[in-house]
């Protein structure tokens, strides 16, 4: 069973860092495409980073050259890196996963906003100005 489990959200200043955790069971990370996606209520979700099965990654503009997506093949754990962090980057981050889609990065952020099959429930960011 493919369960996905976020942790490492919270309340920081703005400028400051966070790394958030995605714990996977069920798969192994270093086999499926995963990524994360920002949420916020009453607003869309938001495609944030993605790593493809072939272990390259993208990112949404707003986010590139701050956060880094990176995997841990031995914990089995997705991270997400995130640096210089901005108000704009509140929300509730989810990370996500789906064997079939994905093989490259640039995928995994189309799937990520169009139907990936696993989702966690998500871990709170706060950024405080």
């Known amino acids: 069973q493919v369960q996905l489990a976020e942790s490492g959200g919270g309340s920081v200043q703005a400028g400051g860092s966070l790394r958030l955790s995605c714990a996977a069971s069920g798969f192994s990370v270093s086999d499926w495409p995963m990524g994360w996606v920002r949420q916020r209520p009453g607003n869309e979700r938001v495609a944030i980073a993605g790593?493809?099965?072939?272990?390259?990654?993208a990112y949404a503009d707003s986010v590139k050259g701050r956060f880094t997506i990176s995997r841990d093949n031995a914990k089995n754990i997705l991270y997400l890196e995130m640096n210089n962090l901005k108000p704009d980057d509140n929300g509730t981050y989810v990370c996500?996963?789906?064997?079939?889609?994905?093989?490259?990065?640039?995928?995994?952020?189309?799937?990520?906003?169009?139907?990936?099959?696993?989702w966690g429930k998500g871990t709170a960011v706060t950024v405080v100005s």
């Open positions: 790593i493809g099965r072939t272990g390259d990654t």
């Open positions: 996500a996963t789906d064997k079939a889609h994905g093989m490259w990065a640039s995928q995994v952020l189309y799937w990520l906003l169009n139907g990936m099959d696993y």
